[in-house]
């Protein structure tokens, strides 16, 4: 280190080494971090002035260390600094990267930030291959080896959005002895049930993800790829590849999903054993998360053996409540109690924190103790087929079909004669044939304004969200006993299990869960679908970093034709309602009183 910068960095095999002071911190540009295998992966270190040890805040993925948010996803860039102008405030924005901390608001409270390229990307050579086992040891390994540098007081912490979230809970697995924390920032933890295989049924997000957002950021690039807008560095450097040579250096990540139906070994290996998650958490979850973080950050919470944890659930888009000041505040109480030591408040804070959402973007603080609210008072809503309702009271026997690809069939309850309020898991029990072996099931919860409105929210990404989600493929329809509860139906998708067309079949449902508080005058309803949620008042987003516009879904769809061909999936699929068949909605009704 301390060498001076090679005068033009685009040289084949040049390593970018340099220490200087910018902006009052110390910059550690490109250090080497050896891994077990020989592969030597690229860090760069923002620490404070004046020596001594700091506590460190680590972060480790695919994005390009050197890559400016502004540059690399510049219509999320604008939409944070138009919506929430604070998450910029207080820094020259010169140093901020998609998804992880801004150093300029963490050093000078006497934080040391890495930023690590994971293997295959930026600055790192490798293969290329997210969320594997091998990248989750060399997290590990990076975890370790900033646990011991001079710099350091050897607590480390994983803080972060969305991938910086996934890999903290794999890497938690693995108990690195420096690991002291960790802040996962809307983060996923289920490979197969929140990632790729929404109840059984192939979401093409994680395809489509890594074509936008992490092959063009593979190391190798070299002078194809961006270059850093501090120093000019080349992002994705220092060598330059020939296509097929990049080719041969990563997975064929949509297909190998793609050929793993069922939640077998390539997807376990991906996922977390909650029982060897020890370390302190802070689990922030996004009620507009549907379709890939919000499930694991609440199962997190409450199935990760950390006697020390806590969940936090807001509202808003995916990447700004990170960067806000409430979302700073929030990290900074948590990192500064357990690793610096400080008196922050921390040991004082309830285990649960949620924003209550109601209509109109409207979010209100409150504290409760637990995940579901014991109080909660689980209510069905039976679906009555002939009036096309959902209703607490009996209902008749009869049936409803629909073209099993098509809208299907929504059920309405009475407007409320009283503000009630919604808030956790939700589960669906449905009673169906299928003129077919199969049938998908698409099960969206809405909100209806008196004048008979759809009451959408701004999700994590999709600005026209529903209130709740749920998926499952009907030959997916086998329950884990074990691990189902009423509220979250629990499915191994280890097997499938045809119809016989004609064949009346029960589904329990997992919904994911939700917060609404219903004013008076509307009314809840269900949609039962074949095919994803389209909102019906148009006006879609499309952000830069996206391959679709966003039409109520957001990126998680379920359109891959390989997935759903219409010979299997596109007869007539049949809702019945006898004694023997019972279709309803359960869900958790908060009492008034108590909120």
């Known amino acids: 280190m301390n060498k001076a910068a090679p005068t033009d960095d685009v040289a084949e095999g040049t390593a970018w080494?340099?220490?200087?002071?910018?902006?009052?911190?110390?910059?550690?540009?490109?250090?080497?971090?050896?891994?077990?295998?020989?592969?030597?992966l690229r860090a760069d270190v923002f620490r404070p002035r004046g020596g001594g040890t700091h506590p460190v805040i680590l972060s480790y993925g695919?994005?390009?260390?050197?890559?400016?948010?502004?540059e690399g996803y510049s219509t999320a860039w604008e939409i944070m600094a138009r919506v929430h102008p604070d998450a910029l405030a207080g820094s020259s924005d010169k140093y901020q990267s998609w998804e992880v901390a801004d150093p300029e608001k963490w050093v000078p409270d006497g934080y040391a930030l890495v930023r690590v390229d994971s293997r295959g990307a930026g600055r790192s050579p490798g293969f290329l291959d997210p969320f594997c086992p091998r990248e989750t040891a060399d997290l590990a390994q990076c975890i370790e080896w900033a646990g011991v540098q001079p710099w350091s007081n050897g607590k480390v912490g994983l803080n972060g959005i969305s991938y910086y979230a996934i890999n903290a809970w794999q890497v938690a697995?693995?108990?690195?002895?420096?690991?002291?924390?960790?802040?996962?920032?809307?983060?996923?933890?289920?490979?197969?049930?929140?990632?790729?295989?929404?109840?059984?049924?192939?979401?093409?997000?994680?395809?489509?993800?890594?074509?936008?957002?992490?092959?063009?950021?593979?190391h190798g690039h070299g002078v194809r790829g961006a270059r850093s807008p501090i120093h000019g560095g080349l992002?994705?450097?220092?060598?330059?590849?020939?296509?097929?040579?990049?080719?041969?250096?990563?997975?064929?990540?949509?297909?190998?999903i793609f050929s793993h139906p069922l939640d077998d070994t390539?997807?376990?290996?991906?996922?977390?054993?909650?029982?060897?998650?020890?370390?302190?958490?802070?689990?922030?979850?996004?009620?507009?998360?549907?379709?890939?973080?919000?499930?694991?950050?609440i199962e997190g919470f409450v199935n990760a053996a950390s006697k020390q944890k806590w969940l936090e659930v807001h509202g808003g888009h995916h990447w700004t409540g990170f960067y806000t000041d409430y979302g700073v505040a929030l990290q900074k109480r948590f990192f500064g109690h357990f690793l610096k030591g400080e008196d922050t408040g921390w040991s004082r804070q309830p285990a649960v924190q949620l924003q209550i959402r109601a209509p109109a973007e409207k979010f209100?603080?409150?504290?409760?103790?637990?995940?579901?609210?014991?109080?909660?008072?689980?209510?069905?809503?039976?679906?009555?087929?002939?009036?096309?309702?959902?209703?607490?009271?009996?209902?008749?026997?009869?049936?409803?079909?629909?073209?099993?690809?098509?809208?299907?069939?929504?059920?309405?309850?009475?407007?409320?004669?009283?503000?009630f309020e919604i808030t956790g898991p939700i589960a669906a029990r449905l009673a169906i044939s299928s003129s077919t072996t199969d049938a998908d099931l698409f099960l969206i919860v809405q909100l209806f304004d008196p004048d008979g409105?759809?009451?959408?929210?701004?999700?994590?990404?999709?600005?026209?969200?529903?209130?709740?989600?749920?998926?499952?493929?009907?030959?997916?329809?086998?329950?884990?006993?074990?691990?189902?509860?009423?509220?979250?139906?629990?499915?191994?998708?280890?097997?499938?299990?045809?119809?016989?067309?004609?064949?009346?079949?029960?589904?329990?449902?997992?919904?994911?869960?939700?917060?609404?508080?219903v004013p008076r005058g509307y009314r809840i309803g269900l949609w039962v679908r074949g095919k994803d949620y389209v909102y019906e008042g148009g006006n879609a987003l499309k952000l830069s970093n996206m391959k679709n516009a966003f039409n109520g879904c957001g990126p998680f769809l379920h359109d891959d034709p390989r997935d759903r061909p219409p010979e299997l999936f596109g007869g007539i699929t049949t809702i019945h309602a006898s004694l023997d068949h019972e279709n309803f909605l359960l869900l958790p009704l908060v009492p008034p009183t108590s909120r």
């Open 62 to 70: 695919p994005y390009g260390k050197w890559l400016s948010f502004q």
């Open 364 to 419: 209100t603080l409150r504290h409760e103790s637990e995940w579901p609210l014991d109080r909660a008072k689980w209510t069905r809503y039976n679906l009555d087929l002939p009036r096309r309702a959902l209703t607490e009271r009996g209902t008749a026997s009869g049936t409803v079909a629909f073209e099993a690809l098509d809208e299907g069939v929504r059920f309405l309850a009475e407007p409320a004669t009283e503000e």
């Open 235 to 256: 992002v994705c450097g220092p060598e330059t590849l020939p296509e097929e040579e990049l080719a041969r250096l990563r997975c064929d990540f949509g297909e190998e």
């Open 17 to 40: 080494e340099l220490t200087e002071v910018r902006d009052g911190m110390i910059i550690d540009w490109d250090v080497p971090i050896r891994m077990d295998d020989g592969i030597v």
């Open 453 to 517: 409105k759809e009451v959408i929210f701004q999700g994590a990404l999709d600005p026209n969200t529903p209130i709740a989600q749920g998926w499952l493929r009907a030959s997916h329809r086998k329950l884990d006993p074990a691990r189902s509860l009423p509220w979250r139906p629990f499915h191994p998708h280890d097997e499938r299990r045809p119809l016989q067309p004609g064949e009346i079949v029960s589904l329990d449902i997992e919904i994911w869960p939700t917060c609404i508080v």
């Open 266 to 297: 390539y997807h376990r290996a991906r996922s977390v054993d909650w029982s060897r998650v020890v370390v302190p958490l802070l689990s922030a979850a996004n009620w507009g998360g549907n379709g890939l973080h919000l499930r694991g950050n």
């Open 173 to 218: 697995v693995l108990q690195p002895p420096h690991l002291a924390a960790i802040c996962a920032w809307e983060g996923a933890s289920d490979w197969y049930r929140e990632k790729n295989h929404h109840g059984g049924i192939l979401c093409t997000f994680q395809a489509n993800w890594y074509d936008m957002q992490v092959k063009p950021l593979q």
